[in-house]
């Protein structure tokens, strides 16, 4: 056996020292993309979960039924939290984005086994809040995508999206919450009117799926309510375990199998995936399963407690900033906020300006670039906060944090995008105007140096305020700014 090119110890060494630059994943400082259960006994049992699974391929439940019966008791349990019944079955998947692919490609299938020979292009509807793995889903399965209008705090129009059902639907969907605003939408109404017009209505919980079932006051928004046919619960979010483990629940078997893949159309082993993976580790979920067994439905409970105690502190300070309003009526552990236009400019917080004050006070919020939904008024630029059980441990260090970064910025204007963009394109490379106008293709290096042009040098960073590029990503077109920001982050991997 040959000699290891490098010492374990040096090399984990240097792995350390390579998340030394990462944003913190426990301690309440980031309020977005992680989940911190603030114990630490959940860490090591989830670490040792996946040390014991390491090895293990899910790709055969057969030789290995260890994968079978870890997916199995967590269907179940998930499966309970939301109220399905024996003929709710689902699957395991990687994440949140391939349970929402997987019920479209669920909806889809069972689309064209209806609609045969029509020559009809199936159409996905969804109000615009909807999370952006739709989108994806869309376009990998050659779904058209309508998105019914929101208003500013994230409400979806009603008539509109009754208005739009029709035979050609092949799934609407519905958030609990959605993402951007924390809005619950209206899973009932939407219900009723899709399944009178014979129309599949999916849920995506990925993000409160495990926190919502213990929120006081909601109304039914997961398998109780008629008309619900398949669900999204993310387990690497509020349940918790390493990323990524998600679930995906249909009502019905028929339907669940549609979106499995199967072939013996080739001279090796017969191949039959559940999900878009074949080989696939066992490892995240063997981790959630885990903490399942540890929590348990009281434990999950109290987390929900301890993030609806924080996310009630940080509204209610958020409401008491002048300038600075909360959108809508935000459901579950997160909300976003706005600039407040009630009140005189010199007055007003521009929620980018904030994000980056905070940021300077050692934590990290989610700034979001507002939105032009045809024939409406813009959707504001926001600033999102997902809320931890964590974070009631850290209030007393963020609400300061809140109120001096709104001190810091009241009354500072927003990023002009369209000012950005002329003197980006004055001073970019040749080309630049056209190609920021979306006028001409953007190649890899075009989009580089219109990169360059903003400051930004992918191996280097980001710049430290974000105020900018998001004022610039509201600025240009959508498939400009898309373009540019695959650059970006084609870049930062690029050796």
């Avoid at 629940?249 to 028929?254: E, I, N, Q, T, V």
């Avoid at 159309?265 to 540890?294: C, D, E, F, H, K």
């Avoid at 502190?313 to 906020?337: D, K, Q, T, Y």
């Avoid at 809320?387 to 001190?407: I, K, Q, S």
């Amino acid at each position: 056996m040959s000699a290891l090119r490098q010492d374990p110890e040096a090399i984990l060494d240097r792995l350390r020292a390579l998340r030394g630059s990462d944003a913190p994943t426990h301690g309440g400082r980031v309020l977005s993309y992680v989940y911190d259960p603030d114990d630490e006994r959940l860490d090591a049992l989830a670490g040792e979960a996946i040390r014991l699974m390491q090895p293990v391929n899910w790709l055969d439940p057969l030789a290995f039924p260890s994968t079978a019966a870890i997916e199995r008791e967590t269907i179940a349990f998930v499966r309970d939290l939301v109220h399905g019944d024996g003929e709710v079955v689902g699957s395991l998947t990687s994440g949140g984005t391939e349970s929402c692919l997987l019920a479209v490609l669920a909806a889809r299938e069972s689309w064209r086994a209806a609609h045969s020979g029509d020559g009809a292009r199936p159409r996905l509807l969804a109000p615009v809040s909807v999370h952006a793995a739709f989108h994806k889903a869309a376009g990998y399965f050659g779904l058209e995508l309508d998105l019914v209008a929101v208003d500013a705090d994230g409400v979806v129009d009603l008539d509109e999206w009754g208005a739009r059902l029709s035979p050609n639907v092949a799934l609407a969907v519905a958030s609990a919450p959605a993402y951007p605003h924390a809005t619950l939408d209206p899973v009932a109404a939407l219900a009723s009117r899709a399944a009178a017009a014979g129309v599949p209505l999916h849920v995506d919980a990925c993000v409160g799926g495990m926190a919502l079932p213990f929120w006081p006051g909601l109304p039914a928004w997961d398998f109780r309510v008629p008309g619900v046919t398949s669900m999204s619960i993310d387990l690497h979010k509020f349940g918790y375990a390493p990323k990524g483990v998600s679930v995906v629940l249909h009502r019905g078997r028929d339907r669940h199998r549609r979106q499995f893949f199967a072939t013996r159309a080739w001279p090796g082993y017969p191949v039959v995936n559940p999900t878009l993976l074949g080989s696939r580790s066992a490892a995240a979920a063997a981790a959630g399963w885990a903490l399942i067994q540890a929590l348990g439905v009281d434990g999950y409970r109290d987390r929900a407690d301890a993030a609806r105690r924080a996310t009630d502190a940080l509204v209610a300070a958020a409401r008491r900033l002048p300038g600075l309003r909360v959108v809508g009526e935000p459901v579950g552990p997160m909300f976003a906020v706005a600039a407040d236009p009630e009140v005189p400019a010199a007055e007003r917080i521009d929620p980018h300006h904030w994000a980056d004050a905070v940021a300077r006070r050692g934590f990290v919020v989610q700034p979001q670039p507002g939105l032009q939904e045809p024939g409406r008024e813009p959707l504001p630029r926001t600033t999102h906060l997902t809320v931890t059980p964590v974070t009631e441990r850290v209030l007393d260090e963020l609400v300061p944090a809140f109120l001096a970064a709104a001190d810091e910025v009241r009354g500072r204007p927003a990023v002009d995008g369209e000012a950005l963009l002329a003197a980006v394109a004055a001073a970019g490379p040749a080309g630049a105007a056209d190609a920021l106008a979306g006028r001409a293709p953007i190649d890899s290096a075009t989009a580089a140096g219109l990169l360059h042009a903003f400051g930004i040098d992918p191996h280097a960073g980001l710049p430290a305020d974000s105020a900018p590029l998001l004022a610039a990503v509201e600025a240009l077109p959508p498939r400009v700014a898309e373009r540019i920001l695959i650059e970006l982050l084609g870049r930062v991997a690029e050796p």
